[in-house]
């Protein structure tokens, strides 16, 4: 163990007396922009009866029931202490530069979901002041780094497979995740299953909505869009450049999330986001994947990031992606050309299939790999409203296991 861990687990006894009896630290396993997380034995699992006794809604610290030495209902009730399993938690201590709201909001949402297939249930948490501990079950699971690249086709539908039954699972409670990447689906490849973790950013659906033109058909949007330029014109008159007398309302959107996983929609401001700025992102994990690249968009701000998503999808299709929130994109950066490019060719040129020259310019993609394509493109379409559904996306052709 090294120093500062010894130190923290120190300072956590400290905060928790009661806390070194029930668990005890292992190790430092995460330490993110808001907590750090440790891998932690918990010695009050009720090893007989598989279960933690304990109440999610409780955070009072509760003295652990006796460890039962008998057992009426079990033929195990001798077996030797030290052969019984040992349970691990992972234990989130959350920073206390987090806002009461904010830590309250991401473990009422983790209760809400306790039962959801595929998501990291809460088992309690505790509170010291302003020092919050959630804990959670531990999750045995590999560095994205390490397997993405050898992934095959099979392999990468059994993990989009799992990632989608987590999301179906999150998005039919009508709540969004925001924070949808490889470090927030904790992924064992050995046993072909994954955990979603981290609600620090989810919010739900609905809730500081605002009105977007995107939720509107094509005609109300085109006039509700003509009616907004008529006003601007008829106050300040068409102006070169930046508007200095610009008459819209300014714009306040949740940009909540990590930079290259953005969908276009928060990019663009949207103030009614969807459910679907998940299913984005998920999309960018299967385009990393399939590319063989990570990260795979590197932008370190929104209009960076924008003119990312512009190169692959060309001008036109920006523009009208904009045009749904009622944005202009406009740009007079040569690299991004008017129709962009198909996922097909970014796939062979990241993976050196193909350099665009005569000589491999017949170069394909397998049949398998065609239809990880397919999927994507329903995954990352520029319009969240056409974009598909995790629960749509669990019946796409892709993800279907057993038919083949
Ligand atoms: P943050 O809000 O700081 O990003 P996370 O909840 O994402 O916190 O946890 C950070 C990291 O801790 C994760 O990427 C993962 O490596 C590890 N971790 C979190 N929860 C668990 C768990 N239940 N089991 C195992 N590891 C976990
Ligand atoms: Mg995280």
Not at 101 to 125: G, K, M, Q, Y
Not at 156 to 162: A, E, P, Q, T
Not at 255 to 273: I, N, Y
């Given at each position: 163990i090294d120093l500062t861990v010894q130190q923290d687990m120190e300072k956590l006894n400290h905060t928790f007396p009661a806390f070194k009896d029930n668990y005890h630290l292992i190790k430092r396993i995460g330490e993110g922009t808001f907590s750090t997380v440790y891998k932690a034995e918990d010695v009050r699992y009720d090893r007989y009866n598989n279960s933690w006794d304990l109440d999610a809604r409780d955070n009072q610290w509760e003295p652990p029931p006796p460890l039962k030495t008998t057992s009426n209902s079990r033929t195990n009730s001798k077996v030797n202490p030290s052969r019984r399993p040992r349970k691990f938690v992972?234990?989130?201590?959350?920073?206390?530069?987090?806002?009461?709201?904010?830590?309250?909001?991401?473990?009422?949402?983790?209760?809400?979901?306790?039962?959801?297939?595929?998501?990291?249930?809460?088992?309690?948490?505790f509170r010291h002041s302003d020092q919050v501990l959630a804990i959670l079950p531990y999750f045995r699971h590999q560095d994205f780094r390490k397997y993405?690249?050898?992934?095959?086709?099979?392999?990468?539908?059994?993990?989009?497979?799992?990632?989608?039954?987590?999301?179906?699972?999150?998005?039919?409670k009508g709540i969004l995740h925001r924070d949808i990447k490889p470090t927030n689906f904790l992924y064992d490849p050995d046993k072909q299953r994954g955990v979603l973790v981290d609600f620090g950013l989810a919010e739900r659906e609905g809730?500081?909505?605002?009105?977007?033109?995107?939720?509107?058909?094509?005609?109300?949007?085109?006039?509700?869009?003509?009616?907004?330029?008529?006003?601007?014109?008829?106050?300040?008159?068409?102006?070169?450049?930046?508007?200095?007398?610009?008459?819209?309302?300014?714009?306040?959107?949740?940009?909540?999330?990590?930079?290259?996983?953005?969908?276009?929609?928060?990019?663009?401001?949207?103030?009614?986001?969807?459910?679907?700025?998940?299913i984005w992102s998920a999309g960018v994990i299967l385009?990393?994947?399939?590319?063989?690249?990570?990260?795979?968009?590197?932008?370190?701000?929104?209009?960076?990031?924008?003119?990312?998503?512009?190169?692959?999808?060309?001008?036109?299709?920006?523009?009208?992606?904009?045009?749904?929130?009622?944005?202009?994109?406009?740009?007079?950066?040569?690299?991004?050309?008017?129709?962009?490019?198909?996922?097909?060719?970014?796939?062979?040129?990241?993976?050196?299939?193909?350099?665009?020259?005569?000589?491999?310019?017949?170069?394909?993609?397998?049949?398998?790999?065609?239809?990880?394509?397919?999927?994507?493109?329903?995954?990352?379409d520029l319009d969240p409203s056409r974009r598909i559904s995790a629960e749509e996306a669990l019946r796409h052709k892709f993800l279907q296991i057993d038919s083949e």
């Open positions: 992972a234990i989130k201590k959350i920073y206390v530069t987090s806002s009461p709201s904010r830590i309250f909001n991401e473990l009422e949402l983790l209760h809400d979901l306790r039962d959801s297939p595929s998501v990291c249930p809460l088992i309690t948490a993405y690249p050898n992934m095959t086709v099979p392999d990468i539908k059994l993990y989009f497979r799992s990632l989608f039954t987590a999301l179906a699972a999150v998005h039919e809730v500081d909505h605002k009105p977007c033109l995107c939720h509107l058909d094509q005609d109300s949007r085109r006039q509700k869009i003509r009616a907004t330029y008529a006003l601007n014109a008829s106050h300040a008159g068409p102006q070169p450049g930046y508007p200095k007398n610009d008459t819209r309302p300014s714009r306040r959107a949740n940009r909540a999330g990590t930079r290259g996983f953005r969908a276009p929609e928060v990019l663009f401001k949207c103030t009614e986001q969807t459910t679907k700025i998940d385009l990393t994947i399939l590319c063989k690249r990570f990260p795979f968009f590197n932008s370190t701000d929104d209009v960076e990031a924008m003119i990312e998503i512009a190169t692959i999808f060309g001008v036109k299709r920006m523009r009208q992606a904009g045009q749904l929130h009622g944005c202009v994109f406009e740009t007079n950066i040569p690299s991004i050309g008017a129709q962009g490019f198909s996922f097909e060719k970014i796939m062979l040129w990241s993976t050196c299939r193909s350099d665009g020259s005569k000589d491999n310019k017949n170069a394909e993609l397998t049949d398998e790999e065609k239809g990880a394509v397919e999927f994507l493109n329903r995954c990352m």
